[in-house]
């Protein structure tokens, strides 16, 4: 008797001596700085959704979906939170870069200025002055706007600058306009000024594109099949629980991030995002569950007045898969 205990004990203490598997170290690179539209990735990591997945995970700012596309195709981030048109366009040129996810399927782009400024379609926007942040997501978009609406580049004036300077020369009346997303820039100048803008919504004018998706390195992908399921798993429910409880979304980048913004405008920010998750077709799928049809109307527009490669056309579904996505009810 006394023989057995003794084996069971050496049994327990060899079994207590392994360790627990380490979780996954992924870095997550944003398209900017922090706003509501990343809370999901917060709330996701402050729930431990990420960490039942095995996945320990890093977030990181960036400094827009370009940059954001060159660090996730150079490998030095894990995954990218970009706007997947800007991705395509790296993508045609050979960066090994592919969507496993699209969140975004209708886009929040704009031209937004100040209520009183009654800037509310395209035919107020002549005559004014617009500012851009040049090479960004939007200024890539915005030449297919100006030709959606018949509007010319001489109908009116550009003010150039990074995006604070973009900001700033709206709220200090330098610019009547800005080109923004309805629920990103339109809170930053909500939150300095206290007034309420009026966004000018491309998708309103027949843009009918995706807008930000997951990346992540192509090579990464084929290598690391079961981490990218785990992690688009992860994603998708902190997408679905921060859906259900947006102010407790909102609250856990203030609480990584105490410089990140006002509870108030991160909240509106993000349920303004919301809406933005699905199309008629998707509106009974979970979040990333983009359609063929969806992206091909993309690739097509991009094509036809974004400048994009006219080989796009050939093999739309080279820039995306659904394959790492979790099935439903799972």
Known sequence: MKRWIGAASVALLAFAAVPAQAADKVVLMLNWYVYGEHAPFYYGKAKGIYAAEGIDLEIQEGRGSAATTQAVAAKTADFGYVDVPTMMRAAIKGAPVVATGVLLQTSPM??????????????????????????????????????????????????????????????????????????????????????????????????????????????????????????????????????????????????????????????????????????????????????????????NLLVEYGGLDAKAKENPRAFYTNDYLPKSGS
Request: hydrophobic fraction near 35%; glycine fraction near 6%.
């Open 110 to 299: 704009s031209a937004m200025g100040f209520v009183d400024k009654n800037i509310k379609k395209p035919e107020d926007i002549k005559g004014k002055t617009v500012a851009i942040t040049p090479a960004d997501s939007m200024t890539q978009i915005w030449p297919l706007f100006l030709k959606k609406t018949g509007l010319k580049e001489s109908d009116f004036k550009t003010v150039a600058g990074d995006g604070q300077t973009k900001l700033n020369a709206v709220i200090n009346g330098q610019a009547d306009l800005l080109l923004g997303y309805v629920m990103d820039q339109s809170m930053k100048i909500k939150d300095a000024t206290g007034k309420e803008v009026y966004p000018i919504k491309f998708a309103d004018y027949g843009i009918n594109m995706v807008s930000s998706g997951i990346i992540a390195n192509s090579d990464y992908v084929k290598a690391n099949a079961d981490l990218v399921r785990r992690f688009m798993s992860a994603t998708t429910k902190a997408v679905e629980a921060s859906e259900k409880e947006p102010k407790a979304a909102a609250q856990s980048i203030l609480d990584a991030n105490p410089k990140g913004g006002k509870i108030d405008t991160l909240t509106e920010g993000f349920e303004l995002t919301i809406p933005l998750y699905r199309t008629a077709e998707t509106k009974s799928k979970r979040p990333f569950q983009v359609t063929d049809q969806n992206m091909t109307e993309t690739v």
